[in-house]
């Protein structure tokens, strides 16, 4: 090997060295972008998980229990006593009024169902843990700016002062908010909660997969295998691979035009929403199963037609599950791209309020990608750390859908 050989060879192997580097700084890269991001995301949703309140001293008289024409009217009122009675010299209208915005607006569902479960109690005394509105829960949590005046605070002085005086009582306590993970949405943030959007996503990526998976693999095993090449295939072929290609909203330009307009099915209904985010999935379904069938090796189909199989027990019973490995991995793929679409749900009406848990799939419902987004524009500071939890949530449950697909993979790779 002569002098010039040599310095080839040397800065071939330079050359490759240099690009091993390249990619481990990219990983590293992109790993620590990715913890910086989760770690950001969990930094901010830590006070989304606890909740400030205070233990308020109740007296259910008979002459409440039994008005039951207006109950919830009345529950309010025994709240309001309470909280009122914690400040005896607040006689005007407006003090109290600034008295009683310190707690939670749930504060008489608390002791309705509180009531509903230990109906002994009436015409006692007994304690009542009640929550903190949002403003008094962020005051325990981060204080006050004292920088800021009076006018530029959401809390006056004599609130302040109200506020530091429960917490001499040793009555207010930091709990685990329950209703983060077991409410629906709310206009309060101390109540609103994630579980009505996840469960209105799982029953939309359920219909998703219902409509698209069947569907989907069908139709590439009949383009693959079956259909006579043609300009109709060809031209079937080449708007397939455009359609993955697509910006989600269009699906849900065409959504809101087939599914609700022209077959006028319910708005905000998880039903519409995992019809349309099926359209958006069949393309990568579709190409994901073709290319699992490409794979498997020729010798398959040409041992199964030698030993006398037809070409629908060929495709059935020996190429079907030869890729179905391929099969499964692109379908959860696609699923999972769609569990975390906003935009065609947006424009379905999904973006609407949803206070109840869905039901069944025909109810009025959100997604928790639209939930996100609707506690980000949210105007109250306390659903900056719902956002948060709410992306942490959506963040893990695909985490766990794209664990699924490698799961499933590894149980059924087959090696040639």
């Known amino acids: 090997m002569n002098s010039r050989q040599k310095k080839l060879t040397l800065k071939r192997r330079f050359a490759e060295k240099r690009f091993r580097y390249y990619g481990l700084a990219s990983l590293f890269l992109a790993t620590t972008m990715l913890f910086i991001i989760i770690f950001s995301m969990m930094y901010r949703a830590v006070p989304a998980f606890t909740n400030y309140g205070m233990n308020l001293e109740i007296n259910l008289p008979i002459s409440e229990s039994e008005d039951s024409d207006s109950q919830d009217l009345n529950y309010r009122r025994i709240i309001n006593k309470s909280i009122l009675s914690l400040a005896p010299d607040c006689m005007d209208r407006s003090c109290k009024r600034d008295l009683v915005r310190l707690f939670s607006s749930g504060a008489s569902y608390d002791l309705r169902e509180y ?24 005051f325990y949590k981060f204080g006050i700016d004292e920088d800021l005046t009076e006018e530029e605070r959401r809390l006056d002085d004599r609130e302040v002062r109200w506020l530091q005086q429960f917490q001499k009582t040793g009555k207010v306590e930091s709990r685990i908010s329950k209703n983060m993970f077991l409410n629906g ?3 309060e943030p101390e109540i609103a909660g994630v579980l009505g959007a996840v469960i209105g996503s799982l029953y939309t990526i359920l219909i998703t997969l219902l409509i ?3 569907i989907g693999v069908f139709t590439a095993i009949y383009l693959e295998n079956f259909a006579v090449k043609s300009r109709i295939t060809d031209f079937i072929e080449v708007n397939i691979n455009n359609l993955a290609a697509v910006p989600s909203i269009i699906f849900g330009l065409l959504g809101l035009a087939l599914f609700i307009n022209f077959f006028g099915m319910p708005r905000s209904a998880p039903l519409v929403g995992g019809c349309v985010l099926s359209l958006m999935t069949l393309p990568t379904i579709i ?3 073709r290319a699992s069938l490409q794979a498997v090796p020729p010798s ?8 006398g199989a037809s070409e629908m027990q060929v495709v059935f019973h020996h190429l079907l599950p030869a890729s179905l490995p391929g099969i499964l991995t692109g379908t959860i793929i696609g699923l999972a791209r769609a569990f975390g679409e906003s935009a065609p749900l947006l ?3 999904m973006v609407a309020f949803i206070v109840d848990i869905p039901g ?22 306390a659903f900056v750390a719902k956002t948060s ?5 959506l963040i893990l449950l695909l985490v766990i859908i794209n664990l699924a697909a490698v799961i499933m993979r590894k149980r059924y790779e087959l090696k040639w």
């Not at 069944?360 to 500071?381: F, G, H, N």
């Open 389 to 393: 939890a709410a992306t942490l949530v």
């Open 212 to 214: 698209s998976f069947p």
């Open 185 to 187: 949405d709310s206009r």
């Open 300 to 307: 398959i189909r040409e041992a199964a037609l030698a030993m």
């Open 115 to 138: 009531i509903e479960k230990n109906s002994s109690y009436t015409n006692e005394t007994f304690s009542l843990f009640i929550l903190f509105s949002d403003d008094a829960d962020l």
């Open 347 to 349: 424009l379905i009406g």
């Open 287 to 289: 190409i994901s199963t």
């Open 360 to 381: 069944s799939i025909t109810d009025p419902a959100t997604a928790l990608p639209v939930q996100v987004y609707i506690w980000a524009d949210s105007p109250e500071r």
